[in-house]
């Protein structure tokens, strides 16, 4: 007799899953730069995002930004008023036009309690962003800002993570890439002329990474290393 095959169980749709929550929880659509929370409004929900990007940033008492984070389809954030975090502490907003899912605090925890498969699907975003959050640290700590631009655009691009890399990033400024990675809007339109140079990206419109940036990434010669330490 012939063994029978064991039928695989279905991946667990996040999306899907969310859509069938009872209660607690509403789906917005937002323009491009349109704030979603601003740093100092309550926490009270975590978000999820359908459709879109957004950037999360801090802004210090002179009015300076920088941002921190980068979140696109498929990711959470404003998961801090889960551990206690009574206000925002980044303001979020919209880079393309989205569309966010908004669970409040109650019902997401609720959630997390009763639906195991989620919990599990939760607890790897966070993990992985965790993991995110300390190799940005190593990055600003010890690479060059033109490895660092490179590694920010590798990102953006989805390289490195599950599936095919996704070639085609949204419209970005460089001046938000100037404050992801710390330095200024005019060395970032230099890396990004010379990379288009080297055939590493291309941009008309939109910005078209290439697989061969990561040799940006991982190697750098001292020649540039010399170059980017005497910023």
Do not use: W
């Amino acid at each position: 007799m012939k063994a029978k095959k064991k039928k695989k169980n279905p991946a667990f749709k996040v999306d899907a899953f969310l859509a069938t929550v009872n209660g607690g929880r509403s789906i917005s659509n937002y323009r491009k730069n349109q704030k979603l929370f601003s740093q100092g409004d309550p926490a009270d929900a975590v978000f999820y995002i359908r459709e879109g990007k957004v950037k999360v940033c801090v802004i210090n008492e002179l009015g300076k930004e920088a941002v921190v984070a980068v979140h696109d389809e498929g990711d959470f954030f404003g998961e801090g008023c889960l551990v206690g975090q009574s206000q925002r502490l980044a303001t979020v907003a919209t880079m393309t036009d989205c569309v966010i899912m908004r669970i409040d605090k109650a019902s997401m925890v609720r959630v997390l309690h009763d639906e195991p498969k989620f919990s599990e699907r939760f607890m790897a975003f966070l993990l992985t962003r965790n993991a995110r959050v300390e190799e940005d640290l190593v990055d600003q700590l010890f690479n060059s800002s033109e490895k660092r631009l490179a590694r920010t655009l590798l990102l953006m691009a989805n390289f490195g993570k599950e599936g095919r890399p996704e070639r085609v990033i949204t419209k970005v400024s460089q001046e938000t890439l100037a404050e992801i990675i710390g330095t200024t809007r005019s060395r970032v339109s230099s890396f990004m002329n010379k990379f288009r140079k080297l055939g590493l990206i291309n941009y008309n419109g939109h910005l078209e990474v290439y697989n061969s940036l990561l040799s940006m990434v991982l190697h750098e010669t001292p020649a540039i290393q010399a170059d980017n330490d005497a910023e």
